[in-house]
């Protein structure tokens, strides 16, 4: 079982910059497949980024040249850095973790979920 723990949420201008950090416990981080989700309301939970353990990654258009994705292994941690926000960023954004199983980077099943960090972006 895969414990997954958000932080870094909060609250930023329009052009700022947060930095989301994901603790994993239960399992090394080295041997599964990470992903940020953010889920707005009204809208459809939508996948952000995604790490592979194999070292492919994956962003969604909207997010390209402004958030970055990262491990710290030994920490068993992986980072969202968001630069240059938006207000259309503003949701909840989820860490999620899936055993690899050949899947490729643009799948959104995973199998293990954090609770969510709010990210308030004002214009």
């Known amino acids: 079982q895969v414990q997954l723990v958000e932080s870094g949420g909060g609250s930023v201008q329009a052009g700022g910059s947060l930095r989301l950090s994901c603790a994993a416990s239960?399992?090394?981080?080295?041997?599964?497949?990470m992903a940020w989700f953010r889920q707005a309301p009204g809208k459809e939970r939508e996948l952000v980024a995604c790490s592979r353990w194999i070292g492919e990654i994956y962003y969604v258009d909207s997010v390209k040249g402004r958030f970055t994705i990262s491990r710290d292994n030994p920490d068993n941690t992986v980072i969202l850095q968001m630069n240059s926000l938006k207000p259309d960023d503003m949701a909840r954004y989820y860490c999620?973790?899936?055993?690899?199983?050949?899947?490729?980077?643009?799948?959104?099943?995973?199998?293990?979920w954090g609770q969510g960090t709010q990210v308030t972006v004002s214009s």
């Open positions: 239960g399992r090394s981080l080295s041997t599964l497949d």
């Open positions: 999620a973790a899936r055993i690899p199983d050949g899947r490729g980077p643009l799948s959104v099943l995973y199998d293990y």
